[in-house]
């Protein structure tokens, strides 16, 4: 089986490691290792890696874990990769047929190994892109009839924030706002990475739209109020109210999911609802990006696996 990560620790009369590190670490094992694995096997090697001294504990804590994995990867239908049988899990798709949520996967687990940061660094411009795009690819296939517009900043993609307001407000139908008293002129984007809006003939204004924040990173936290929508709703003269969305590659539980849509105030897309297609990520990633993904997972599989 894969190495443990931070965060599976020793327990003995309670269970002390953090489910949703678990969760990730059994799913990377079965997509990467170990193609066909059940619950016992799971149990003994957290026996024999001394994180459990009370088989009767172990098997409860892996026995729950069973229960999320299940149901969160049957929300993707078709789309996940991994088969459910009698306290079995096998694996029914290889790494490369999923890039997306591989990618995902790993951004979320990877830095949770000793010495990951120092190998592969703490510049996530190229990771950011790559989520950029994968969101985008995502929600185009949920919002099939809605247009994208892409304004993060990026090495390929470099741009201010006039050239974002401008390209914005034309492709809305919007007017400026006061762009003077409430943004600098030299910021990036504003926090803003992607808008898909919901377009009408008339160039009227006035149409549904969502501002997005693609945080890919470990600092995600911190970027909650990304986009900040008293912010756009003054450098933009918006005819009716934007929606926001924040997009991250971490699965998230139901308490945490629902708390911090309550924070954002609009539409958390975590990394089972970017996937929550019923259909294989085949039918909808693009070439380009699926080959992008898998040059970037490559040697950042090869690690974990040698680890």
């Known amino acids: 089986m894969l190495s443990l990560p931070h965060g599976i620790r020793r327990s003995t009369l309670a269970h002390n490691s953090e489910p949703d ?6 799913e990377a094992d079965v997509l990467l290792l170990d193609d066909d694995l059940s619950e016992s096997d799971v149990v003994d090697f957290l026996m024999e ?7 009767g504990l172990c098997s409860e804590f892996v026995s729950n874990a069973w229960t999320q994995i299940e149901r969160r990867l049957g929300w993707m239908g078709a789309g996940s990769p991994i088969l459910f049988l009698t306290r079995r899990m096998v694996r029914q798709m290889e790494w490369r047929e ?11 687990l990877g830095p949770k190994y000793a010495g990951w940061l120092e190998t592969f660094g703490t510049d996530y411009t190229e990771q950011g892109s790559l989520f950029e795009s994968l969101t ?3 929600m185009a296939k949920a919002f099939q009839g809605w247009q994208f517009i892409k304004t993060g900043w990026s090495r390929d993609h470099a741009s201010n924030l ?3 307001l401008a390209n914005l407000v034309d492709r809305l139908g919007e007017r400026m706002g006061d762009v003077e008293t ?3 002129g030299k910021a990036h984007e504003a926090g803003l990475d ?6 009408f003939p008339d160039e009227r204004g006035g149409l549904p739209v969502f501002l997005a924040q693609c945080a890919s990173g470990r600092n995600w936290e911190n970027k909650l109020d990304m986009p900040n929508l008293g912010q756009w709703k003054k450098i933009v003269d918006f005819a009716s109210e934007p929606y926001k969305a924040f997009s991250l590659p971490l699965a998230l539980d139901d308490k945490n999911l629902r708390m911090r849509s309550a924070q954002i105030g609009g539409l958390l897309l975590d990394r089972y609802r970017l996937f929550v297609h019923d259909a294989p990520e085949t039918k909808w990633v693009s070439d380009k990006l699926r080959q992008e993904l898998i040059d ?5 599989i090869q690690w974990l696996l040698g680890y």
């Open 194 to 199: 992607l808008v898909w809006h919901l377009p």
């Open 98 to 108: 999923i890039p997306g949520q591989s990618f995902c996967l790993i951004l979320s």
């Open 182 to 184: 409430y943004a600098s």
């Open 162 to 164: 006039r050239d974002v």
């Open 49 to 55: 890696q001394q994180i459990y001294s009370s088989q």
């Open 296 to 300: 970037w997972l490559e040697p950042r």
């Open 136 to 138: 985008h690819e995502a």
């Open 21 to 26: 590190t678990f969760y990730d670490w059994l």
